[in-house]
């Protein structure tokens, strides 16, 4: 089990950063691939960013690029999400997920977090 904890979520105004963190407990923290996943109210749940286990592989989606930076810190069993020039279309439902494998194209993450809510306003 993996066991997941986001911080980091507010209220911001557009143009403004946040830094979100993800810490995870439990098994091998740096055997997985970590992502940040959003859902905005009444829209399907959407990869943001992964990293693989050493950070060699990176995906972003299209309407973060520029924008967002995931790193992890295998040391302190940390994913972060740098989030800058934020957008009112960014708000939503932050979860940080974890998964053995490289996945980009679904949603089927092992262990999910709670998530954490970011509000960008106008």
């Known amino acids: 089990q993996v066991q997941l904890v986001e911080s980091g979520g507010g209220l911001v105004q557009a143009g403004g950063s946040l830094r979100l963190s993800c810490a995870a407990s439990?098994?091998?923290?740096?055997?997985?691939?970590m992502a940040w996943f959003r859902q905005a109210p009444g829209k399907e749940r959407e990869l943001v960013a992964a990293?693989?286990?050493?950070?060699?592989?990176?995906y972003y989606a299209d309407s973060v690029k520029g924008r967002f930076t995931i790193s992890r810190d295998n040391a302190k069993n940390t994913v972060y999400l740098q989030m800058n020039s934020l957008k009112p279309e960014d708000t939503a439902v932050y979860y940080c997920?974890?998964?053995?494998?490289?996945?980009?194209?679904?949603?089927?993450?092992?262990?999910w977090g709670q998530g954490t809510q970011v509000t960008v306003s106008s």
């Open positions: 439990g098994r091998t923290f740096s055997r997985y691939c």
């Open positions: 990293i693989s286990w050493r950070g060699g592989n990176l």
């Open positions: 997920a974890a998964n053995e494998g490289w996945i980009t194209t679904t949603t089927d993450y092992d262990y």
